[in-house]
């Protein structure tokens, strides 16, 4: 018998609760020595181009995800807390 999917997460939605633009998440992930453009991101987050396991974690580093919160949607919400608290602290002061 197979596995059970994990929950499907798109990395566009991650992107964009966080608030970074595609270019921002490709300088990000320049900055870790993965080649990216924010077109090519664009393509990896709409399913035309598959994204190396180095992209994949590059792109988690710059949107500080866990790979279990890839796959546990407990997770996805603990992180969601963390963001919007971040979120909130950097609201203040300002």
């Known amino acids: 018998m197979a596995e059970p999917l994990p929950p ?3 990395l566009r ?3 964009e609760f966080v608030g970074l633009t595609l ?9 870790q020595g993965v080649p990216i453009t924010a077109d090519g991101l664009n393509n ?28 546990q949607a407990a997770d996805i919400c603990e992180w969601v807390d963390a963001v919007r608290h971040t979120q909130g602290t950097k609201a203040k002061a300002a």
């Open 8 to 10: 499907q997460v798109s």
């Open 13 to 15: 939605i991650f992107r």
């Open 23 to 31: 270019q921002q998440v490709a300088e990000a992930v320049r900055e």
């Open 44 to 71: 990896v987050e709409l399913g035309r181009k598959p994204g190396s396991e180095a992209l994949m974690l590059a792109v988690a580093r710059a949107l500080n995800i866990k790979r279990l919160h890839i796959r």
